[in-house]
């Protein structure tokens, strides 16, 4: 006779969770923590520039989603939310400050990489680092649809949601991140006040990527 076949535990949805974090259930609570908080820190230091900032942020928003615990929807994520409790911690940081100029983790690979043709390693390297100043740079709202749509890999419309707004809202602010991107990679001295072929090939394609012409279906 064959043996049963043993079948693990279905994992709970976060609404589940939610359930279960509002009658008090600190186990619960860390799973949500465990599940969510690459995403929350990812986006909060690709808008601080500062990994003890970012930390800071995140166990903050989650510390804010435990005491409103019995007020959160239940029948979605809370991922929305939290996303949004992030970005306001940062940007109530950010009027204090100006943002870092550390490196942003992978936000620059991302654009760069966008570029169809292979470049030299020492221009590549020389390119990241002017995206990374550019996008350190940009106002706030700027760079959190930026870390959403390049970072993260969302698609606009999951951008959009996310962060509460408008796909057109978030099409606008993508079209003036990469406008003033494309102004800060002119400018810089260091390809002798030009794009040089990889810098051109970066911004035309990141643009026409987010006006839609390519990856239409993202």
């Known amino acids: ?32 923590f465990d599940r969510h908080r690459a995403f929350v820190y990812r986006t909060a230091l690709g808008l601080l520039g500062d990994p003890q900032a970012a930390e800071e942020v995140l166990q903050d928003a989650f510390a804010r989603a435990w005491q409103r615990r019995r007020l959160l ?8 939310w939290l996303h949004r409790v992030a970005l306001n911690l940062c940007y109530s940081r950010l009027a204090r400050r100006p943002p870092s100029a550390a490196p942003i983790e992978g936000l620059d690979e991302h654009l760069v990489a966008a570029g169809a043709e292979p470049v030299e390693a020492t221009e590549r390297a020389e390119l990241q680092q002017l995206v990374r100043e550019g996008i350190a740079a940009l106002p706030p709202k700027q760079r959190s649809v930026v870390v959403c749509y390049y970072l993260h890999g969302l698609s606009l419309a999951e951008t959009a949601e996310l962060l509460g707004l408008r796909l057109g809202t978030v099409k606008s602010r993508l079209h003036y991140a990469l406008a003033a991107l494309r102004d800060w990679l002119e400018a810089d001295r260091r390809f002798g006040g030009a794009l040089g072929e990889a810098g051109a090939v970066l911004v035309e394609v990141v643009a026409r990527r987010a006006a839609g012409t390519e990856g239409a279906a993202r």
């Open 1 to 32: 006779m064959e043996a049963a076949r043993r079948v693990g535990p279905t994992r709970p949805t976060d609404a589940e969770l939610v359930e279960r974090i509002a009658t008090d259930d600190p186990v619960a609570f860390e799973e949500l």
């Open 73 to 80: 929807r239940r029948d979605v994520s809370p991922l929305p």
